[in-house]
């Protein structure tokens, strides 16, 4: 991770709430200066203020990267906080959901380079996957540097049109939440059938850990890897004859589910 231009002119990180610490720390881990890092934050946490950062003090005239982090509610009161910073100098990236780029260049000028991101929870652990997406004043050499920012919390995948950011909000977006509803359910099944809740709940949250780390790492993809485990008229087929049935198993299910998060986001959008 080159941080070379971001130590030089400087960053400012609008928000430092779970996602905004867990970029930052990945940054120091990475050798930002702490020296080079302005913190907006109203409510700084205990640990933002032991890293050494300027927090709430005035920032730089023209910082490399201003990185806003702040709830999508909150950011009507934050951006004008960095208005005077808009205008092509600095790099703008959002990791706040909903937001356009068009908001942005509203507030900011119509020759900012804006990048968005959509993060997911995982990004805690740096175990994140986030799709940006920049407006027509993004340079290359900007878009990578995005990039390599947000690859402190994970990892990052580009899109070709932003119209695509509602389908990633509602499948890596939100999708943490449904993996582990079904943690949640596959424990209830387990003691429904006579396990005691807590070992019901191990086994339930190592299946489904265990088997995200075997579809990243193996060669073959999930599909044949369904097949790998599944014996002829065994339990494992037994059981997806459930899950795969067309009308009430996952097909259905999680269509649906990945559908009325995505209209939701565009919905908040158009709020």
């Not at 910073?85 to 942005?104: D, E, H, Q, R």
């Not at 000028?109 to 407006?135: E, H, K, L, S, Y």
Request: glycine residues 10%; negative net charge; proline residues 6%.
């Amino acid at each position: 991770m080159d941080m070379s231009r971001v130590a030089e002119q400087g960053l400012v990180l609008l928000g430092c709430g779970k996602m905004g610490s867990a970029m930052l720390a990945g940054w120091l881990d990475h050798g930002l200066p702490a020296a080079s890092v302005w913190v907006i934050d109203p409510y700084p946490s205990d640990w933002l203020k032991a890293q050494g950062v300027n927090i709430n003090t005035p920032l730089p005239q023209a910082p490399a990267v201003v990185l806003v982090a702040v709830k999508p509610q909150m950011m009507g009161d934050a951006l004008p906080a960095i208005q005077a910073l808009g205008g092509g100098g600095s790099l703008f990236i959002s990791v706040a959901a909903g937001t356009s780029l068009a908001t942005f260049e509203q507030v900011l000028g119509a020759d900012t380079p804006v990048v968005r991101a959509m993060p997911n929870t995982p990004a805690a652990i740096r175990q994140g996957i986030t799709a940006v997406i920049g407006n027509s004043k993004v340079a290359a050499a900007d878009l990578a540097l995005a990039e390599d920012l947000l690859s402190a919390i994970g990892e990052t995948v580009r899109l070709d049109d932003e119209a695509q950011m509602d389908a990633v909000t509602g499948l890596s977006g939100s999708g943490p939440a449904y993996v582990f509803h079904l943690i949640e359910t596959m424990a209830a099944a387990g003691q429904a059938h006579g396990l005691p809740h807590d070992l019901a709940m191990k086994l339930a949250k190592s299946t489904v850990a265990g088997a995200g780390a075997l579809a990243m790492a193996a060669d073959e993809d999930p599909s044949q890897l369904r097949v790998n485990v599944t014996s002829p008229n065994g339990t494992t087929q037994a059981a997806l004859e459930v899950l795969m049935h067309e009308q009430q198993g996952f097909p259905a299910l999680l269509h649906r589910a990945v559908k009325a998060a995505t209209e939701r986001s565009r919905e908040l959008a158009d709020e």
